[in-house]
């Protein structure tokens, strides 16, 4: 009876045993993920990150800084969280081999508890059986001896019944302790896609106003060209117009010099010089008005410019007498309203 009441105390232990273990295990686990997990958050500056990578034996392994852009980090998220999924199964993996092997000592313990309690139940039997032949000395020894070991089967239901409360709730809080895990594990990567989507769109949004402030300055420029291509174009044409103009009144100026130049030859070589001057224009627009009617009508005219305004004359004639009766016949139209008329002696100026 000593030997099956050490045996069922050492079974307790051995449950016992195996239950902290179990315990200490799992909270060895959580803390190697929460480092894990911790490992990613410490960078040394915004642009470059240090990212952990696990080798197959479970190690971590520092990655040299990187040149972050979005499909980089998107990159090196995406090989994080394998990394940490790894860690977690291997590390549950372990927590569920140590859970079976408990289990299969559990199940060992309870194999032997029975078979042993069956032997007592037989023995039991067996000495009821012959009881009637025992004196009731023995029988009262026996008895008791059933008792203590009543008790002990007891005691050891008891001690089993507790580890194996306790593997369970060991059990529920691994199962709890890996739900948080996932927990923080798949906020921590929505927190981490929605930060790269945030920055993704301030990306977009600062190339975008970086491409309409280029689209502003190329539209302003080409606007500048135009104004100043106009302006050329405008300073070339009236540069034409002058230069037309200039031209204009160099040739109207040429051709007035020559007619003067040939009626001053005409007056200066020819036989007759009488004239028959019908104006005294102040300036050349009137002389060129009166000269206008005048050859409408038939007369020759020959203008002289003087001190006093422009010398607008008819003829010549061949003698005084012709000269007068064409000046009558000029201020009797009064068509030509010119009644001041009268015969000159005419002399070009170089020659008097």
């Known amino acids: 009876m000593s030997m099956n009441n050490k045996q069922r105390w050492m079974g307790g232990v051995v449950l016992l045993g195996g239950g902290v273990l179990l315990a200490a295990l799992l909270l060895k686990g959580n803390e190697e993920i929460k480092q894990v997990e911790a490992q990613p958050s410490a960078s040394t500056s915004p642009k470059t990150q240090t990212k952990p990578k696990q080798t197959t034996e479970g190690q971590m392994v520092q990655l040299q800084p990187l040149a972050v852009d979005v499909e980089t980090e998107k990159r090196l998220l995406e090989e994080q969280r394998r990394a940490r999924e790894k860690a977690v199964a291997e590390q549950e993996a372990r927590a569920a081999e140590f859970l079976a092997m408990q289990q299969q000592a559990e199940a060992d313990a309870a194999r032997k508890a029975a078979a042993e309690y069956a032997a007592i139940n037989a023995r039991r039997t067996a000495a009821q059986e012959s009881s009637d032949n025992i004196p009731p000395e023995?029988?009262?020894?026996?008895?008791?001896?059933?008792q203590q070991t009543n008790t002990v089967?007891?005691?050891?239901?008891?001690?089993?019944?507790?580890?194996?409360?306790?593997?369970?709730?060991?059990k529920r809080q691994a199962e709890a302790d890996k739900k948080a895990a996932d927990a923080r594990r798949q906020a921590e990567a929505d927190k981490k896609a929605t930060e790269a989507k945030r920055q993704a769109e301030a990306d977009k949004k600062a190339a975008e106003a970086k491409r309409q402030a280029e689209a502003d300055r190329k539209a302003a420029e080409a606007k500048r060209q135009a104004e100043a291509d106009k302006k050329s174009a405008e300073a070339k044409r009236q540069a034409e117009a002058d230069k037309k103009a200039s031209d204009a009144k160099r040739k109207a100026d040429a051709e007035k010099k020559a007619e003067a130049e040939k009626a001053r030859e005409l007056l200066e070589n020819?036989?007759?010089k009488w004239m028959v001057q019908v104006a005294l224009a102040a300036n050349q627009a009137n002389a060129d008005a009166v000269v206008s009617k005048l050859r409408a009508k038939g007369y020759k005219v020959t203008t002289s410019p003087t001190s006093k305004g422009i010398?607008?004359?008819v003829?010549?004639?061949k003698d005084r007498e012709t000269a007068d009766a064409a000046r009558k016949k000029i201020t009797s139209d009064s068509s030509l309203n010119m009644k001041s008329a009268w015969v000159i002696d005419w002399v070009p100026l170089d020659q008097r």
């Open 311 to 313: 010398r607008i004359m």
């Open 270 to 272: 020819g036989d007759k």
């Open 138 to 146: 023995l029988v009262g020894e026996a008895k008791a001896k059933n």
């Open 315 to 317: 003829g010549p004639a």
């Open 153 to 170: 089967n007891k005691t050891t239901d008891t001690a089993k019944l507790d580890a194996e409360k306790k593997a369970a709730e060991a």
